[in-house]
């Protein structure tokens, strides 16, 4: 079946770095991508929908300036947390999709900023 | 604007006792419905989905869930849960198939021996 790798699975960083988060669809094309975080003991939030070769649309109250999301070809997407401070650190999910395809999860990132 | 209530945040249950997670949504078009399983730091992995046809759908691992339009439901179900099925299910909405993916609060499934 369809697989969207997601690496890292887990990242600590100190506060002011950024960290970059990638998706890999391996055995189909992923035409979108979305971005999701869930913080603990909560529901997964849509941060952004991005389609390849075009900007991504963020959701109300996500700051596109800190959150980069990057698609530039059918199997990879990345999302590069700038600057991160300690209120970044959540739970991020990416989720791939494409016609006959439906959502195919990734496995998560652990982002802890310190 | 979609939106998804699922109605427990924490569901005990015996093993080998059925169990029923519910879930409401609210959507002004078309609903295409699911139920997702996380484990501890894992990504979602898809139980079941309703799309369209029989309100009836089988997923795996034993799971069922019947969509009620009239009541706007698409509760999950199963007869007899096992220690394994411990995790947290989040049901899902989207007005489309392949658009976002709107999620519940989630429901935490503890199955106690």
């Known amino acids: 079946g369809a697989v969207v790798s997601q690496h890292p699975s887990w990242v600590i960083c100190k506060s002011g770095t950024s960290v970059k988060i990638e998706c890999r669809s391996l055995?189909?094309?992923?035409?979108?991508m979305f971005w999701y975080r869930q913080f603990p003991k909560q529901s997964l939030m849509l941060m952004a929908t991005?389609?390849?070769?075009?900007?991504?649309?963020?959701e109300q109250g996500v700051e596109k300036d800190k959150f980069l999301i990057n698609h530039a070809s059918l199997t990879l997407s990345t999302l590069t947390v700038t600057s991160a401070h300690p209120e970044d650190s959540s739970f991020y999910i990416c989720?791939?999709?494409?016609?006959?395809?439906?959502?195919?999860f990734g496995s998560g990132t652990r982002l802890t900023v310190v | 604007a979609q939106s998804v209530t699922q109605l427990d945040s924490q569901v005990p249950v015996f093993e080998e006792a059925p169990v029923e997670l519910r879930c409401n949504y609210s959507s002004s078009v078309s609903v295409y419905l699911f139920w997702y399983v996380q484990y501890p730091n894992q990504g979602l992995q898809l139980l079941l989905k309703y799309l369209s046809g029989s309100t009836l759908v089988k997923g795996i691992n034993g799971f069922e869930a019947e969509f009620n339009k009239s009541q706007t439901s698409f509760h999950l179900r199963k007869p007899s849960v096992h220690i394994s099925d411990t995790a947290e299910y989040f049901c899902a909405v989207s007005n489309e198939y392949g658009n976002k993916l709107v999620f519940g609060a989630g429901t935490i499934l503890r199955v106690k021996s």
């Open positions: 055995d189909f094309q992923a035409t979108t």
């Open positions: 989720s791939g999709t494409a016609t006959n395809y439906g959502y195919t």
């Open positions: 991005s389609n390849e070769g075009s900007k991504a649309t963020y």
